[in-house]
């Protein structure tokens, strides 16, 4: 069945650091959509990237989606305590919208 | 905050009993899923309603089984509770059309323990 594996499992930097956390899956998404969820929170929606090759800048966060629509990744510049959480991507499989398949994220920490 | 409430907020249960969990989707989403998150993993999912009907189920047994109504909330009920059930359930909606995934906002979450 459709995979989606993130890279890496846990991320510690130091506060003004850059981070950046990498999506892939074993089939083609229709779409990827990002997700971050704070310790002790539910997952909060950030943001969808649905064509090939897309790039989608908010403020200090760049998300990226591959050619092949199989891997995306997402990057935080200078990193400040208030990025802490976990960081999920997840898709429909192009041939199945309607199952939206999420990565076991990327955990980050941030020290000041 | 999304508009996403889900019910009750935590629960305990014993093996072998059944629960059920609410969920009220964000005015003018027509879309829910639900979800079940283990601790440390990523939320899996169980199955997704769309105007009411089952619209896609993930690999949960049967006894995991839902309903959306017409004012699209839902509910997820789970039979013969197992100690592997104990997580956090999920619901998200989203405002869809059939054929097209959308951005999912999802409600606090029930937190349930099988003992």
């Known amino acids: 069945g459709q995979q989606v594996m993130q890279i890496p499992q846990y991320q510690h930097v130091q506060e003004g650091e850059d981070f950046t956390t990498y999506c892939n899956s074993s089939?083609?998404?229709?779409?990827i959509q990002w997700y971050k969820q704070r310790p002790g929170g539910h997952p909060v929606f950030l943001i969808q990237l649905v064509k090939s090759g897309e790039v989608k800048k908010q403020k200090r966060l760049t998300f990226q989606f591959g050619e092949a629509k199989k891997n995306s990744s997402l990057h935080i510049t200078a990193t400040q305590t208030t990025d802490v959480g976990t960081y999920f991507c997840a898709g429909p499989k192009k041939t199945s919208y309607d199952k939206v398949i999420f990565g076991p994220g990327t955990s980050l920490s941030v020290i000041p | 905050e999304t508009g996403v409430t889900q019910s009750p907020t935590h629960l305990i249960k014993t093996r072998g009993q059944q629960v059920t969990l609410r969920c009220s989707s964000q005015?003018?989403?027509?879309?829910v899923s639900w979800y079940q998150q283990a601790l440390g993993q990523g939320p899996q999912f169980i199955f997704q309603?769309?105007?009411?009907?089952?619209?896609g189920r993930g690999n949960f047994p049967p006894r995991f089984s839902g309903l959306q109504f017409p004012n699209y909330s839902s509910e997820l009920n789970v039979n013969a509770l197992e100690l592997d059930d104990s997580a956090l359930y999920l619901c998200?909606?989203?405002?869809?059309?059939?054929?097209?995934?959308?951005?999912?906002?999802f409600g606090p979450g029930t937190r349930l323990t099988v003992t």
């Open positions: 309603y769309y105007r009411e009907e089952e619209n």
């Open positions: 005015s003018g989403h027509n879309t």
């Open positions: 998200a909606s989203s405002a869809g059309t059939s054929g097209r995934t959308y951005e999912q906002y």
């Open positions: 089939t083609t998404l229709s779409n």
